[in-house]
């Protein structure tokens, strides 16, 4: 097959470094750190840094991994692409959602509420982890994903949750993929207001 029948492939084209490549089961593949700073230079906003909160999170590698392998690049266009992606990501997000929601509120130039927030009631018991939260302002923002939040325990236990952080003074905002993917202006407008209101 030649590579121009491979519709759903894309081929890039950059020099590896030392120590850029390894072999998994007999084929030759680049580094995590390398494999993220080609996902940082070439795709798409998005995907380039929840590919990189993603690693970060889950242990693969550190920013600075992925900073060592700019060192040799060029050009340095590519670079600073992949630099400013390593900024926006915060290792956290666990899902696409989160990380679309915080680079929304980013570039509206809204403060950044702080990503995974333990919630616990006076006696020590874990009321909730939000996907985000303002504390001072004691406002919660849940991105709810289809797949896990259309299932009727999720929906019984969201429920539960927001009700226990209601009594305990907290205002939740739940937002789905539609509301920040394809109205991404009325979403920040939301927690907007919401924080001018608290």
């Not at 889950?58 to 060192?71: E, I, P």
């Not at 001072?136 to 952080?165: C, T, Y």
Request: hydrophobic share 45%; aromatic share 6%.
């Amino acid at each position: 097959m030649r590579r121009n029948d491979r519709k759903l492939l894309r081929f890039h084209r950059r020099a590896l470094g030392p120590g850029e490549a390894e072999v998994i089961g007999g084929v030759p593949v680049t580094t995590i750190p390398r494999t993220l700073a080609d996902l940082a230079a070439d795709e798409e906003r998005l995907l380039a840094v929840y590919a990189l909160d993603s690693a970060i999170r889950g242990g693969l590698c550190t920013t600075d991994d992925v900073s060592v392998v700019l060192t040799n690049w060029r050009p340095a266009k590519s670079a600073i692409r992949v630099r400013l992606r390593l900024q926006e990501s915060d290792g956290l997000a666990e899902s696409p959602l989160e990380t679309a929601g915080r680079l929304a509120l980013r570039d509206a130039g809204l403060p950044l509420p702080t990503a995974q927030f333990q919630v616990w009631e006076q006696d020590g018991t874990l009321v909730a982890r939000l996907d985000a939260a303002y504390p001072e302002q004691k406002i919660g923002i849940e991105f709810d994903g289809a797949s896990v939040h259309d299932q009727v325990p999720a929906l019984f236990r969201d429920r539960h949750r927001q009700n226990a952080l209601g009594r305990l003074g907290w205002h939740v905002l739940r937002f789905t993929w539609w509301d920040v993917m394809r109205n991404p202006a009325a979403f920040v407008d939301a927690i907007h207001r919401t924080l001018a209101d608290r």
